[in-house]
């Protein structure tokens, strides 16, 4: 199984700054697919971004962006003008395109937005 | 513009007490999946379905079974909850598409299990 490693339990941000969330991954596959969920406090998880490993082009949904280093097998998320709104738990994971049925989640990260 | 459904958000229940968590999507997906979710630990898949009555084990499949009578339900069940099963549950589903983008999950709200 593919492993999927988000090193940082707790970040913090101010409003208005702009906040990096790391992830790694661990595959031998070629062509897959990443995301960033993100679960607000009691509420339902909702996909923020993805990103398909053959487009070297870096996916962008409005003031969140990712940089993905294929080669490092490194996935961040950035997250621009940071808003209170901002503040959840955010989950990196991976789904292959061989066994497509299966997603793997990392450990999650913790993001404070402090006003 | 509910799309996925977790029929109880909070549940409590006693040991060896049978316990079944229900899930219902209104998308036609054709894959469904049950995670657990706990502190430190991310989301663990328990148990996922391709289609009705198929069903395949998870990375966390002891104490739990589950149910796919129908394609929009799908069942998870503790035959003798144990307090070790003290979790959040989450349910979700998508589109069996493997080389497609849109191949994403969609997430219920979650059922917070307590067994005492």
């Known amino acids: 199984a593919q492993t999927v490693t988000q090193s940082q339990p707790e970040m913090s941000v101010q409003e208005a700054e702009t906040v990096t969330l790391s992830c790694t991954y661990d595959?031998?596959?070629?062509?897959?697919?990443l995301f960033w969920y993100k679960q607000p406090p009691s509420r339902q998880m909702i996909l923020v971004i993805r990103q398909e490993a053959y487009k070297q082009q870096n996916a962008t949904e409005n003031r969140f962006s990712v940089n993905f280093q294929k080669a490092a097998k490194s996935f961040s998320l950035k997250i621009s003008d940071s808003q209170l709104g901002d503040a959840a738990m955010y989950f990196c994971?991976?789904?292959?395109?061989?066994?497509?049925?299966?997603?793997?989640f990392g450990t999650g990260t913790s993001l404070t937005v402090i006003p | 513009d509910v799309k996925v459904t977790q029929s109880s958000r909070y549940l409590v229940k006693r040991t060896g007490e049978k316990v079944f968590l229900e899930c219902v999507q209104d998308m036609d997906h054709e894959n469904m999946f049950w995670y657990r979710q706990d502190p430190g630990l991310g989301l663990r898949l328990i148990y996922f379905s391709y289609d009705v009555k198929m069903k395949e084990k998870g990375d966390i499949p002891e104490g739990y079974s589950v149910s796919r009578e129908k394609k929009e339900r799908f069942s998870l069940i503790l035959e003798s909850a144990s307090t070790n099963q003290t979790s959040m549950y989450l349910c979700?589903?998508?589109?069996?598409?493997?080389?497609?983008?849109?191949?994403?999950?969609?997430f219920g709200a979650g059922s917070r299990l307590t067994v005492l």
């Open positions: 595959t031998s596959e070629s062509d897959y697919y």
């Open positions: 994971a991976y789904r292959s395109t061989n066994t497509g049925n299966q997603f793997y």
């Open positions: 979700a589903s998508s589109f069996q598409s493997r080389g497609s983008g849109a191949n994403v999950l969609t």
